[in-house]
């Protein structure tokens, strides 16, 4: 029975393989830390020899990359398919940050080891680790400053002055930042409903925004 067993096991595919030992490996790397893990670990987690891992995936830095890379595109494809599948080119800008958080706080709540990897571990850890979470970062900032430039073009009056291409990035910015730390929060409350997570940040960041784009702006102390 046992050899029936692991004549099944070797006749997977390698893509499914990796995937196993990828997961295995996001799972040890949240819990243990990128130095405290071990590939014997995450080659018993995945129910394979450590040879093989090695084989497959790599030295622990290789396979360390591979999961952030993995993890990374997740969250980018969740946050497309989700503004695809609500057609998000027709959509007004609050709606379709709407379903872009929606989309984010649902894989983070389906995935907390990974974004505990992704965003608590590979920034610490240097190049190239921190390079592809910026990159992701970067993608995301891009596409939120887009919908707050779409806001602007419909709400803002006529006769005030529009917000510079420095004032709709650091929106973003801030915007995405407020996101990133709310995930934290969030993935230490397992009961917590991703799209109440969503609309927390939505009051908090939306309705204070909405203002802003009408042209009313808190009058800074002189």
């Known amino acids: 029975m046992s050899g029936e067993a692991t004549t099944k096991r070797k006749r997977l595919p390698r893509a499914v393989r990796e995937q196993q030992m990828m997961d295995a ?26 040879p093989m891992l090695y084989l497959y995936l790599g030295s622990k830095e290789d396979l ?15 946050i497309v398919s989700a503004l695809d599948d609500e057609h998000g080119a027709d959509l007004p800008p609050d709606r379709a940050l709407w379903y872009g958080l929606s989309a984010f706080f649902a894989v983070v709540a389906q995935h907390r080891d990974a974004w505990r990897v992704l965003h608590q571990q590979a920034p610490a850890h240097g ?15 891009e596409f939120v400053a887009v919908l707050i430039e779409r806001a602007v073009a419909e ?67 002189r």
Do not use: Y
């Not at 995450?42 to 020899?49: D, K, P, T």
């Not at 360390?64 to 969740?78: G, H, M, P």
């Not at 190049?127 to 970062?137: H, I, K, S």
């Open 25 to 50: 490996a996001v799972t040890v790397f949240a819990r243990q830390g990128f130095h405290a893990a071990s590939m014997d670990e995450v080659a018993e987690r995945a129910g394979i020899s450590k």
């Open 64 to 78: 360390f990359l591979a999961c952030i890379r993995r993890e990374a595109d997740r969250v980018r494809t969740a």
């Open 127 to 141: 190049e190239p680790f921190a390079g592809e979470v910026a990159a992701l970062r970067s993608a995301i900032v």
């Open 155 to 221: 709400r803002h009056p006529r006769g005030r002055r529009r917000p510079t291409a420095d004032d709709l990035g650091a929106l973003a910015h801030s915007l995405i930042g407020a996101c990133e730390a709310l995930a934290d929060w969030s993935v230490t409350r397992p009961d917590e409903d991703p799209d109440v997570t969503a609309a927390r940040l939505m009051n908090f960041a939306w309705l204070g925004l909405d203002n802003l784009l009408r042209g009313t702006h808190w009058p800074r102390p």
